[in-house]
């Protein structure tokens, strides 16, 4: 069964690529020709014993028109993606019927394009027919013969019978991930891409039109960017959108967008925490009764262990693969498309890993002229899926997107939307199953993106905006300002010139702040005692009120506080007094230094001051006098022992 599947995949993915061609043709035989077939409309879903309607474009001479034949050629029963990739090749195909026309019987549209109309029927008996036996999806190759001249195009049609038992209904989840560059611009503005617009239109009317339950993911700064007043415009958008997706399954995601296993790799952990906290914390007010769901994770860039830990430790517990994120992986292709799989983690933990069918996907992604035959090449793939589903017996859910999680054209979308919600073989759903996946999922190692340029700008940013920031108040627009343009400079969808411009306008800012504040140069003072205060005069000319940590450095000084915090009223110079205590007299410096509140960033470079001494002059007079009572008294004493003595003796001195 493994065998079959990996052989199932690979001929589907090398053949895919021309199940619909933007030409609408394939050569099939001969040399390098001009003709070419396209089917522009076709029926999907076709009741046994009722007629199948084409129309069909062909691009020929007059002359090759006038004798050419359109042929329909009918291939085997498709029941596995193999099926379809065979299907492409019809001449090897093995063709179970035929219908032939001649071009110029056929009636044409106002366009110019064939109208093509042909029974099918279950008897057998229908020579001018298409005799089909069972119910499936059937390739059908629609050709057109010229002489040596042969081009077709294969499309795809599903027979069933009022007969038929209800199949199972394969749960089937649709899956968009709407991301882009911050919106935000690092002056403050708001520029929202044209792609960017153009998957929001698509994505509103898709919903309101088709009401289809989704799993969505959308990068809050694109919420936060359309709430910019200096846009009216954008304002009406953020409305309709708040008001389309209240009843989607919204996924929770990080601020801007940022790949978790260069993350992780990078030692950027707490940063893409921060990030998902930033992007929580935009948009529950605006979806207040539909928070986002952390449980579920879009994965666009593939997903390695150390990815996968993180965004499990964030509350992710089902991962759901796109196409551009599995492409590394070369185990996706040996699984069915429609099983939920367990990768292993560390600790004894797991997470659920489901894949976005990558052949359905790349249907989806392609540009077209034909929607609603597009749409049925996609539709029968799902059908297909649906029984090699059930054939498995084993729980299994299939997701649906394009290859990188964008909205395909509108056109494609809504025709697609309309042959599934039509479809006994689908139940639509946007809930996620919570158990453990029964297949084996082993993660990459390592994924080649590689971030770790890009953490220590972010770091080093960060630490900045954490540091000046602190001379700030708390209130302050600017620190907000500053802080979420350090965020956005994350973002993986920037080009290396554009993020250097959010860190650009972050350090002009702060380089500003600091060259508002005015410290002095040169100074002198003098302490006449031992313990008094040093006063300094510190200027801010800045429009804000700013915090600033003084601190004096002097081996001849002592400070009972090793360092002050000092606020600084906007636009006036602020007093500062520092106690000191005297060790010794002289003269000699004392360095000032002026930093954050946090001390980690001087506000202005050190600056040496002059200090005088004086407090300990008077210490050797009062010794010198101590010294001179003591001696006379020496000598005091000296005589009246000797006056004593004299009397004693009877002499008189």
Excluded at 121 to 130: I, K, P, Q, V
Excluded at 236 to 242: G, Y
Excluded at 531 to 547: C, F, H, M, P, Y
Excluded at 552 to 569: G, I, M
Aim: charged residues 20%; hydrophobic residues 45%.
């Amino acid at each position: 069964m493994m065998e079959m599947r990996v052989l199932r995949c690979l001929v589907a993915l090398a053949f895919i690529s021309v199940v619909a061609l933007p030409s609408g043709s394939v050569v099939i035989a001969g040399a390098t020709i001009s003709p070419a077939v396209q089917v522009v409309s076709q029926e999907f879903e076709v009741v046994d014993s009722t007629t199948l309607s084409l129309v069909v474009r062909v691009n020929a001479s007059d002359e090759e028109l006038a004798q050419g034949d359109l042929k329909l050629r009918l291939i085997e029963r498709a029941t596995s993606y193999e099926s379809f990739g065979a299907a492409q090749d019809d001449l090897n195909a093995e063709v179970i019927d035929q219908v032939n026309f001649k071009t110029a019987s056929l009636s044409r549209t106002v366009d110019g394009d064939y109208m093509v109309f042909v029974r099918i029927d279950r008897t057998g008996d229908d020579r001018e027919g298409l005799n089909i036996r069972e119910s499936g999806i059937y390739p059908l190759a629609v050709v057109f013969q010229s002489g040596d001249a042969r081009v077709a195009q294969t499309i795809f049609i599903h027979v069933v019978s009022s007969t038929d038992p209800a199949p199972s209904r394969l749960p089937t989840t649709f899956v968009t991930n709407l991301q882009s560059a911050p919106v935000t611009q690092p002056d403050g503005t708001a520029l929202l891409s044209e792609s960017t617009r153009d998957q929001i239109d698509r994505l509103i009317n898709l919903v309101n039109n088709t009401k289809l339950p989704m799993v969505i993911g959308i990068g809050p700064e694109i919420f936060e960017g359309l709430t910019n007043e200096q846009n009216p415009g954008y304002q009406v958008l953020l409305r309709q959108m708040r008001r389309t997706l209240s009843a989607q399954t919204l996924v929770a995601q990080p601020y801007v967008s940022i790949d978790p296993s260069g993350a992780a790799r990078a030692g950027l952990t707490s940063e893409f925490t921060r990030q998902m906290r930033l992007g929580e914390d935009i948009t529950t007010p605006l979806f207040p009764a539909n928070p986002t769901r952390r449980q579920i994770w879009i994965a666009d860039k593939p997903l390695d262990s150390f990815g996968a830990n993180l965004i499990r430790d964030n509350g992710a517990q089902t991962a759901i693969l796109l196409p551009a994120a599995a492409e590394t992986t070369t185990e996706l292709a040996y699984q069915p498309v429609t099983a939920m799989a367990a990768a292993a983690l560390t600790g004894g933990s797991s997470i659920n890993i489901a894949t976005v069918d990558p052949f359905i996907a790349k249907l989806l992604s392609q540009e077209t002229s034909s929607p609603g035959v597009d749409a049925a090449t996609a539709m029968a793939h799902v059908v297909v899926a649906s029984e090699m589903a059930t054939a498995d017996e084993v729980p299994n859910q299939l997701f649906l997107s394009t290859e990188d999680g964008s909205l395909p054209s509108t056109e494609t979308m809504n025709e697609f939307v309309a042959l599934i919600a039509e479809s006994d073989h689908v139940q639509l759903t946007d809930e996620i199953p919570t158990q453990q996946g029964s297949a084996p999922y082993p993660l990459p190692d390592r994924t080649s993106t590689d971030l770790s340029g890009l953490a220590t700008a972010v770091n080093l940013l960060n630490l900045s905006v954490i540091n000046v920031g602190s001379m700030l108040p708390a209130d302050s627009p600017l620190l907000l300002s500053w802080s979420m343009n350090a965020a956005r400079a994350v973002s993986n969808r920037l080009t290396a010139e554009e993020r250097s411009a959010y860190v650009a306008a972050v350090s002009s800012e702060i380089e500003t702040l600091l060259e508002k504040i005015a410290i002095p140069s040169k100074a002198s003072f003098t302490l006449p005692e031992k313990d008094g205060e040093i006063r300094l005069q510190i200027r801010n000319d800045a429009e804000i009120d700013l915090s600033v940590r003084v601190r004096l450095v002097s081996t001849k000084l002592a400070f009972p506080n090793e360092s002050t915090v000092v606020l600084l009223r906007a636009g006036s110079t602020t007093d500062v007094a520092i106690p000191v205590r005297a060790r010794s007299n002289g003269r000699f410096g004392v360095e000032l230094q002026v930093t954050t509140p946090q001390g980690n960033t001087f506000v202005a470079p050190p600056t040496t001051l002059s200090a005088r001494v004086t407090a300990l002059a008077g210490i050797g007079q009062v010794v010198s006098v101590v010294l001179l009572l003591l001696i006379l008294t020496w000598w005091v004493a000296h005589i009246r022992r000797n006056r004593r003595a004299a009397l004693e003796q009877g002499t008189v001195l």
